[in-house]
């Protein structure tokens, strides 16, 4: 029997937005998010059953590895990291890292380096790869496997879990019943964070976007140039500031190191940012601070009873 799916949710808050404000008093928090994704990508030379087949092309090699492939995601561990880090460490600019942790494994002094500068830790998933189509048993191992190798290697337990691409059906009860998350990023459907009844608890989601993403260079090709991202990352910037006067908002910035990490394109990173800091009324945070203050300040309701 396929499992039950979870209702849909076409109204959010409406009108009824949460008063809160952010720390300092600020109405919108902003949120980086720097995805370690090189080792994770599958290739068959890591044992894998097919060759990723997006990177600066969209061009799947079958049957035999695929060294193009494997090098451009290897310049996101080799180069793009350090490049996206200083310049994010010179502006004071806290990060969540989404960490597959296979990627972790292969490149461990990222973890080792993201602890030295107090970033947060989030899961990824063990590969680069969408849970959609996981059996419930596998899926569950692939979380705890998840979980042990960041504790392992950051030396403390992971609080937040984001999927690549969709999660399953069960990704989230998973998540519950395996214990420790405060929150996941499986969901693009707000502007705020909010909380989702799961195996009988109050789940907090803090939603991700794929808009205001270095993603666009190359699923879509919608960004060329730096600017390109600084321009549609600064409008929906002003956009959620000003809306924010009246009622809170969250804004998620997603980068990764093999793409905004190119010298072609980390102007816009640097536009960007120095745009944020000249702003008022802004908080930037890493995903579990604003996990932690949404909690405190907006306490979930109490979970019906599990069925």
């Known amino acids: ?56 092309v969209s061009n799947e090699i079958r049957g035999v590895p695929d060294l193009c492939m494997e090098s451009h995601f290897e310049y996101g561990s080799r180069v793009g990291y350090r490049r996206i880090v200083r310049l994010l460490a010179d502006s004071g600019v806290p990060l969540t890292l989404n960490c597959c942790a296979r990627a972790l494994e292969a490149t461990p002094w990222i973890a080792e380096d993201a602890v030295r500068r107090g970033y947060e830790l989030c899961c990824h998933g063990w590969r680069w790869e969408s849970h959609a189509h996981l059996a419930e048993d596998e899926e569950r191992e692939r979380i705890a496997r998840t979980v042990a190798t960041v504790t392992r290697l950051a030396g403390r337990a992971p609080v937040g879990w984001h999927t690549k691409s969709s999660p399953s059906v069960n990704t989230r009860r998973l998540l519950v019943e395996h214990g420790g998350f405060l929150y996941d990023s499986d969901a693009y459907n707000d502007d705020l964070p909010y909380y989702r009844e799961v195996a009988g608890r109050q789940h907090l989601v803090l939603p991700y976007a794929f808009d205001t993403n270095d993603m666009r260079f190359f699923d879509s090709h919608a960004f060329v140039a730096g600017e390109d991202f600084a321009r549609y990352a600064i409008d929906a910037f002003e956009w959620l500031r000003a809306e924010s006067q009246e009622a809170p908002r969250m804004m998620s910035i997603g980068l990764h190191t093999r793409i905004i990490g190119r010298p072609g394109r980390i102007g816009g990173l640097k536009a960007l940012v120095e745009h944020i800091r000249g702003a008022s009324g802004v908080w930037l945070a890493t995903r579990e601070q604003i996990a932690r203050h949404w909690l405190a300040e907006v306490p979930p309701p109490a979970a019906k009873d599990a069925a």
């Open 1 to 56: 029997m396929s499992p039950a799916l979870p209702p849909r949710d076409f109204t959010g808050y409406g009108d009824d937005a949460p008063t809160m404000r952010w720390p300092g008093g600020a109405g919108l928090a902003v949120s980086f998010v720097l995805n370690i994704e090189e080792g994770a990508e599958f290739a068959l030379s890591a044992g894998d059953e097919r060759n990723e087949g997006c990177h600066e």
